[in-house]
T-cell receptor
Framework: AQSVTQLGSHVSVSEGALVLLRCNYSSSVPPYLFWYVQYPNQGLQLLLKYTTGATLVKGINGFEAEFKKSETSFHLTKPSAHMSDAAEYFCAVSFSSGSARQLTFGSGTQLTVLP | SQTIHQWPATLVQPVGSPLSLECTVEGTSNPNLYWYRQAAGRGLQLLFYSVGIGQISSEVPQNLSASRPQDRQFILSSKKLLLSDSGFYLC???????????FGNGTRLTVT
């Protein structure tokens, strides 16, 4: 069965430090991978996506993620955290089975940025 | 460009009252539509999805129902709300399995 695991429900970093949010997936078919950000009382906003092609994907707000098939990972990074990055982040994976149901979200990681 | 509208933004309802949340998508045709719920401090729970008019799939047994009367309209309903129905409800759409979900701004429902 396909699944998504986000390691660390809460991550704290200092302003200016590296942000690393971890996402691992389990799948028997090629995955399509997404990262979303959610600010309080708002919907989820797409940060970036991997479908095919280059494995290093750049997104909005300076975030990027690298698809590593051998490690079944799609970790999200940002070189220098900003106070405005404080939010909840969700990794999601979709599969090529074609079913509208086949999209799974991780449980989310709350990012805190310390001044 | 495509947009998704979800309303109302907040709603306070007494236990036992009915519910109707509406979501519409503009700028695309035949989208897959989804209703999710977030309880406080928890992740996303898929409630319903639809691949076409009148086609609804339910993911969890509950006192909620969904309908899709038009191609780009998705409605979440309940005849009698429970306290446990409180939460943040999100509507979303996408075109295919390799495209991302696009979310509305959500409805904060408080059942008192």
């Amino acid at each position: 069965a396909q699944s998504v695991t986000q390691l660390g429900s809460h991550v704290s970093v200092s302003e200016g430090a590296l942000v690393l949010l971890r996402c691992n997936y389990s799948s028997s078919v090629p995955p399509y991978l997404f990262w979303y950000v959610q600010y309080p009382n708002q919907g989820l906003q797409l940060l970036l996506k991997y479908t095919t092609g280059a494995t290093l994907v750049k997104g909005i707000n300076g975030f990027e993620a690298e698809f590593k098939k051998s490690e079944t990972s799609f970790h999200l990074t940002k070189p220098s955290a900003h106070m405005s990055d404080a939010a909840e982040y969700f990794c999601a994976v979709s599969f090529s089975s074609g079913s509208a149901r086949q999209l799974t979200f991780g449980s989310g990681t709350q990012l805190t940025v310390l001044p | 460009s495509q947009t998704i509208h979800q309303w109302p933004a907040t709603l306070v309802q007494p236990v036992g009252s009915p519910l109707s949340l509406e979501c519409t998508v503009e700028g695309t045709s035949n989208p897959n539509l989804y209703w999710y719920r977030q309880a406080a401090g928890r992740g996303l729970q898929l409630l319903f999805y639809s691949v076409g008019i009148g086609q609804i799939s339910s993911e969890v047994p509950q006192n909620l129902s969904a309908s899709r009367p038009q191609d780009r309209q998705f409605i979440l309903s309940s005849k009698k709300l429970l306290l446990s129905d409180s939460g943040f409800y999100l509507c979303a759409w996408r075109l295919r399995y390799d495209s991302p979900l696009h979310f509305g701004n959500g409805t904060r429902l408080t059942v008192t």
